[in-house]
């Protein structure tokens, strides 16, 4: 009777202990091994309202398992709410991208079990003019629907421009990276067109891209002559910008005509203005000085490169050309 109480008693320590070693696996063992065991545990899809920029995100989750659920956004982590199964957040804002997270609540806080990232996409309508600005820049990545009033331009300012949208509608829109009389400051070269980049599943209309380079700055002024020597010539002019590259991938139904215009070289320098002289007066003693010439015109600088056009499709490779030249 004694012997088999003492069995039972080891046992149930036997018990305890690994149950200890579990507890403590789960506090300080690293998150990684519990991401790995849950593979495929979270998924998320977009439901898309029928209103301008209305959409939602639906993440599901496996039935019968209880778990914590935060959302994060710009490094700002908000916990949201118990789940077992389904979660509808209509909180989303278009343009933004979300990281969720499901995990459970210990005594160091809330444990990551797993995370989903989430792209929320946005509808854009470009009417008159609009400058794409190192703030806006990553919101043309993720978009539903991109419609161009008619005679409506996007300026790219010369910025990396990457457009990925489902649906583009062209009503005679164009892109544009500089206005036609953009022109460096002075001692500066222009600045290339950059690079544009169109991906639409589908589409309608016409859409016009002008790869300009913008123009050089003008070169520094000649320094003015004296005495002894003549104006000093101006500066050279600044060279103008490369037009940079276009990628394109869109429907037939939408047609994409893409023009090259290369900044011109900058204007060269002011001439420097020489020495005007001057003669004596009678009864003055002096020593008549004749005039010296002003320097010449600085040379005009060197114009940018002509870029390239590329283009593809779902079934082939991309293949690019040199630019066909705006006139």
């Not at 544009?176 to 209309?205: F, H, M």
Request: negative net charge; glycine residues 12%; aromatic residues 4%.
């Amino acid at each position: 009777m004694k012997r088999n109480f003492l069995v039972l008693i080891l046992s149930l320590l036997n018990i305890l202990l690994l149950a200890a070693c579990d507890i403590k696996t789960v506090e300080d063992g690293p998150v990684k091994s519990a991401e790995t065991t849950a593979v495929n545990m979270i998924s998320a899809e977009i439901l898309e309202g029928k209103t301008m920029n209305e959409f939602s995100v639906q993440l599901n989750l496996p039935v019968g398992q209880n778990f914590l659920l935060t959302r994060e956004l710009n490094n700002k982590q908000e916990l949201l709410t118990a789940v077992n199964s389904t979660f509808l957040d209509q909180e989303v804002r278009p343009g933004n991208t979300y990281k969720y997270a499901i995990g459970t609540m210990e005594n160091k806080g809330f444990i990551k079990i797993q995370e989903i990232s989430v792209s929320v996409p946005m509808d854009m309508v470009i009417k008159d003019e609009v400058e794409v600005t190192p703030e806006n820049l990553t919101n043309w990545s993720h978009l539903r629907n991109l419609t161009f009033l008619p005679n409506s331009t996007l300026f790219t300012n010369g910025l990396t421009l990457i457009i990925k949208a489902k649906y583009i509608s062209a009503q005679d829109g164009v892109i544009q990276s500089y206005r036609l009389n953009s022109t460096a400051p002075r001692g500066v070269s222009g600045r290339s067109a950059g690079e544009i980049s169109i991906k639409a599943e589908d589409g309608t209309g016409s859409l016009t891209v002008n790869m300009r380079g913008e123009k050089g700055g003008q070169g520094s002024p000649g320094s003015p002559g004296s005495i002894q020597k003549p104006g000093d010539s101006g500066g050279s002019g600044m060279n103008g910008g490369d037009t940079g590259i276009a990628h394109l991938r869109v429907p037939a139904a939408l047609t994409v005509s893409v023009y090259h215009s290369v900044g011109l070289g900058g204007d060269g320098g002011e001439k420097g203005p020489g020495f005007p002289g001057f003669h004596c007066q009678p009864h003055i003693h002096c020593h008549t000085q004749l005039p010296m010439p002003s320097g010449p015109q600085g040379p005009q600088g060197k114009d940018g490169a002509l870029g390239q056009t590329c283009t593809s499709s779902s079934s082939e490779p991309e293949e690019c050309s040199i630019g066909v030249v705006l006139n």
